[in-house]
């Protein structure tokens, strides 16, 4: 059996599986042996003379383009194919183009009506023709729906985003103009000095938290002794 839509056959004694088949009022129902589908790339086709698998390969015999066996068990002679398999690769015959109704004869359909020069001009008059129409309508629909205002500045929300934006970048260029990028040298420079600073300004907090606690220290020990004389 060909199952054309799988690309399967169904080979008789062989792919045996089990089926657990219910009972039924027709069938007694229970454990049945049954073929299993066979992907197409595992058959071979079997040569008519030798009876057995072969693989196949197109030649031209007597003007025809034949199918012939190839391999051990070949015998080289053209192996004909089922007439339900060849019921089965035709095709649908062509559509009729003489009965289909067109409006326009196919002639007319290539011939050339306009030059490149016409075509391109055409083109862009007509886009150019597009843009005028956005634009004016755009041009009408701000005029008719206008964009609040600030009642601060007197600017719309994207005027004052605008203006926002260019006093940003000029800041950034006075700051730039001010400040010039530095060299890896001068940038080294500058960590070494900051890491100096660091280290001073910590050995100064150190010393303070000395002299305090040896105050302290020291005012405990004078407080003890004038207990002791007490």
């Known amino acids: 059996k060909l199952l054309k839509d799988r690309n399967r056959v169904v080979v008789e004694g062989k792919n045996l599986v089990k089926r657990n088949i219910p009972r039924q009022p027709d069938s007694p129902g229970g454990i049945i042996t049954m073929e299993s589908p066979i992907h197409v790339s595992n058959v071979q086709v079997v040569d008519p003379v030798t009876d057995g698998p072969v693989r196949i390969a197109w030649e031209m015999i007597d003007g025809e383009l034949k199918r012939v066996g190839r391999g051990p068990y070949s015998s080289f002679t053209p192996i004909p194919i089922p007439e339900e398999h060849l019921a089965l690769r035709q095709r649908k015959p062509p559509r009729n183009l003489e009965k289909a109704v067109s409006t326009t004869p196919l002639a007319e359909c290539f011939e050339d009506?306009?030059?490149?020069?016409?075509?391109?001009?055409?083109?862009?008059?007509?886009?150019?023709?597009?843009?005028?129409?956005?634009?004016?309508?755009?041009?009408?629909?701000?005029?008719?729906?206008?964009?609040?205002?600030?009642?601060?500045?007197?600017?719309?929300?994207?005027?004052?985003?605008?203006?926002?934006?260019?006093?940003?970048?000029?800041?950034?260029?006075?700051?730039?103009?001010k400040n010039p990028k530095l060299t890896q040298a001068e940038r080294r420079k500058q960590r070494l000095a900051k890491r100096i600073r660091f280290q001073k300004n910590r050995l100064k907090k150190q010393e303070k938290i000395a002299a305090i606690i040896a105050g302290q220290q020291a005012d405990a020990a004078q407080q003890a002794s004038a207990q002791a004389s007490a």
Not at 119 to 148: C, E, F, G, V, W
Not at 162 to 168: D, G, P, Q, S
Request: hydrophobic letters at 30%; charged letters at 35%.
């Open 113 to 177: 009506t306009i030059s490149a020069e016409e075509t391109d001009t055409s083109l862009l008059a007509h886009a150019m023709k597009l843009l005028k129409i956005n634009t004016r309508d755009r041009i009408n629909y701000d005029q008719k729906n206008p964009a609040p205002k600030s009642t601060k500045t007197g600017l719309t929300k994207p005027q004052e985003r605008r203006v926002a934006k260019t006093i940003n970048l000029r800041a950034k260029m006075e700051e730039e103009k």
